[in-house]
């Protein structure tokens, strides 16, 4: 006799594959229309909710082509598609699912002749908008030099804060780049002539596109009705990183009463450097009447004892959407304090620990250290060289290799070795005016001297155009002051020179948008130089761990056991078994330069947040307790706010470690 087996439908309006979420996910993927905001917690499964709320809707019946998922990654884009797709197999192809910029991109591309462009526009990727950028100030301005602009690089970064938080280019300059104010009607003019330039061209840059799809649908009503009601649901994952550009793009194409679900999380808010702004995640349901707010809670990626840390700092912040996290996970030990004297015993404290975690079966690409500036991690660099410790930065590189610290070291190898053609063509081309081939001529004529050192004090006469006569006099000079007697016995002293009379800091607010912080990562370097009596002793310093790193990639085998260094701020959305936590002093983490607000305060304990919950079951959080200032006297630490504020009674919370 054949057996027969029934086939067991699904019942009406429940998905079979719901018993794989908890009751918490289970509310936001069954949740009906209008406008949903949950807020997820670390580690609580937010893009297992909202995947499974995309398949539970395809399978409600929705056209998963009615389906838009915005992201921020293109990683997360096709994390979520692929989740879909083993749910079901057939419909996650047809999703709109892509990050802000793919997605205006696919709609610009049927629309773009409503904007002026002809719809087979070219998209700039960052260099090209940089030649661009340079070519439109040579045809501003005579002699962008002379009149001390800021170069491509900058001007770019001036117009790409000013579109992305909805500011006056002169409130962007009078906030971020003073020194340029009194230049605001020639970069006005420059930056007028780059977006002028880009519609000749047909050609946008990547904030064209967010730009020019908000113009679209916010200046023809019919294409935004259009748009609007194409899409059945609009979920946006990460909402709380979104800029105020994205949030009225967001509104704009849910529309009035549309089904809108945004996700994110208020407490790990961290990029106001980048326009992002909390205020569109705590205001969501000021915006849209009616809303229905969704907790995610329970945590499943660390132990009690870190969520319980967790918990506790992110309380003292005024501004957010109360939750707390409950850990699903086993006991652990509680989370230890060190407090270690000065940056060098933290730096052996970690090395040694890392080794000692690793021998009791945590590997080394499950341990991390994470800091709020990259270089808080000079120091732990240099240990683990010495120490062979195999380690990689996640999106940067070593400290010491970074292009503002060879500049200004290169000056430093000059004196020790006059001879080094490198050095000499690295500072020689700092200078205004002087390229490849005029330092390549100046290394020539001051070598056919016999000392390039000695022919400092040897003029080149008329040898050179006018421009670079004075970019050489400049480097001459500077060179010849790193040389007296009182510098070279004080290599502290030296760093500082070139950043001040040197004019490297100069330097840096005209060609970098990020000058603040190359700033102080050569200030620190200025701070470990000091323990040198010698600058020759501090060259060898470097020369030996270099030695030892190349040796360290020569002699061993390919492999991915590294531990891995990071700031905070690339840290988001990962996890490891252990973390350290470095510097936690105040002015440090949190920074002093984050500190001129409430708000800015808010968000670095947020920031501090999320280092706390990238553990799972291990975390360290270092205090140094002597450090130096400006003037490169010893100075004693005050622990960071973030641990002070913990309740009394922290013994519950923190063990404490002291390190001598």
Not at 144 to 155: H, M, S
Not at 488 to 504: C, N
Not at 523 to 549: P, T
Request: glycine content about 8%; some cysteine.
């Amino acid at each position: 006799m054949r057996q027969y087996t029934l086939k067991r439908e699904t019942p009406p309006g429940r998905s079979g594959f719901l018993k794989d979420l908890n009751d918490e996910q289970r509310r936001v993927v069954e949740a009906g229309g209008g406008p949903l905001l949950v807020i997820a917690g670390a580690g609580t499964g937010k893009t297992r909710a909202l995947t499974y709320r995309t398949a539970h809707l395809i399978e409600q019946g929705v056209a998963p082509d009615r389906i838009m998922l915005l992201t921020f990654t293109n990683k997360a884009a096709r994390e979520m598609t692929d989740r879909v797709s083993r749910l079901l197999p057939d419909a996650a192809t047809r999703v709109w699912a892509g990050t802000f910029h793919s997605i205006a991109n696919r709609i610009l591309r049927q629309h773009a002749d409503q904007l002026g462009y002809g719809n087979n526009y070219g998209i700039l990727d960052p260099q090209e908008a940089r030649d661009l950028m340079d070519l439109t100030l040579a045809r501003t301005v005579d002699d962008p030099g002379k009149r001390r602009l800021p170069k491509a690089q900058v001007l770019l970064k001036m117009l790409s804060t000013a579109v992305n938080t909805d500011r006056a280019l002169g409130q962007v300059i009078e906030a971020d780049h003073p020194q340029f104010l009194s230049a605001l009607p020639i970069i006005d003019a420059v930056l007028t002539g780059y977006l002028g330039q880009k519609v000749e061209m047909n050609v946008m840059d990547y904030d064209d596109l967010l730009v020019n799809w908000q113009l679209l649908l916010s200046d023809h009503p019919e294409l935004r009705d259009a748009w609007a009601s194409r899409f059945q649901h609009l979920l946006v994952d990460e909402f709380q990183d979104t800029n105020l550009l994205q949030a009225r793009i967001v509104d704009l194409m849910a529309g009035p009463g549309g089904n809108l679900m945004v996700v994110g999380d208020d407490a790990q808010s961290i990029y106001a450097f980048r326009g992002a702004r909390v205020r569109n995640i705590l205001d969501f349901p000021d915006r849209h009447p009616g809303t229905q707010v969704f907790r995610l809670e329970r945590n499943y990626r660390s132990t009690p004892q870190i969520v319980a840390v967790a918990n506790a700092s992110i309380r003292h912040n005024k501004f957010q959407f109360e939750k707390t996290l409950r850990a699903q996970q086993a006991d652990g030990d509680l989370p230890a304090h060190i407090v270690v004297g000065d940056g060098e015993l933290q730096a052996a404290f970690v090395a040694q620990r890392v080794l000692e975690l690793r021998d009791e079966g945590v590997e080394l690409k499950q341990q991390a250290v994470l800091y709020r500036a990259h270089y808080q991690a000079m120091e732990l660099q240099l240990e683990l060289q010495r120490r062979g410790i195999p380690f990689t930065i996640r999106s940067g590189q070593r400290f010491f290799e970074q292009a503002h610290i060879r500049d200004v070291l290169a000056h430093l190898r000059i004196l020790f070795n006059p001879l080094d053609r490198l050095a000499w063509m690295r500072v020689l081309k700092l200078q205004e005016g002087i390229g490849t081939g005029l330092a390549n001529t100046i290394v020539d004529a001051l070598s056919a001297q016999g000392d390039p050192w000695a022919a400092l004090k040897v003029e080149l006469g008329g040898a050179l155009p006018k421009r670079a006569r004075v970019g050489y006099q400049k480097a001459r000079d500077t060179l010849l002051a790193l040389g007296e007697p009182g510098m070279i016995g004080a290599p502290s002293s030296m760093f500082d020179y070139l950043l001040g009379q040197g004019g490297y800091a100069d330097y840096l607010q005209r060609t970098q948008p990020n000058a603040e912080a190359r700033e102080e990562d050569i200030r620190q370097m200025s701070h470990f130089a000091g323990r040198f009596d010698h600058y020759q002793q501090f060259l060898e310093e470097l020369a030996l761990v270099e030695h030892i790193a190349a040796e360290d990639i020569q002699g061993s085998e390919p492999t991915d056991e590294k531990l891995l260094l990071s700031t905070v701020h690339q840290a988001k959305g990962l996890e490891w078994d252990a973390v350290f936590v470095l510097a936690l002093a105040d002015g440090q983490f949190p920074l002093r330069l984050a500190l001129r607000s409430e708000a800015e305060e808010e968000e670095e304990r947020r920031l501090f947040y999320v280092a706390l919950t990238r553990a799972r079951r291990h975390l360290y959080l270092c205090s140094p307790q002597w450090g130096t200032d400006r003037e490169h006297r010893r100075i004693l630490n005050r622990p960071s706010r973030f641990l002070s504020e913990l309740p009394h009674t922290r013994e519950d919370l923190l063990e404490t470690w002291r390190v001598a």
